[in-house]
């Protein structure tokens, strides 16, 4: 038997108790189309943040839209 080297998180475990249970798979689908709202949500939640703290305007999008940002690797 393997065990995990670090404990679950508080997420973890509370999503492990509360789906102990199979779910239909239109449930399943509903589950993580939910997760994924949530998460996505944090995410332009804190992308907005950033926005606000550096005072960024749509010209600043458009730079770095069209900046490349990494290097590709030479072979």
Known sequence: MQTIA???TNTQLEI????SHKLGEKDLIE?????AE??????????????DEKGWTD???DRLL????RKRQQK
């Open 6 to 8: 670090q404990p679950l």
């Open 16 to 19: 492990l108790k509360t789906f």
């Open 31 to 35: 589950l993580r189309k939910t997760l």
């Open 38 to 51: 949530f998460f996505a949500k944090r995410a332009i939640e804190a992308a907005n943040k950033v926005w």
């Open 59 to 61: 010209k600043d999008v």
């Open 66 to 69: 069209n900046t490349k940002l």
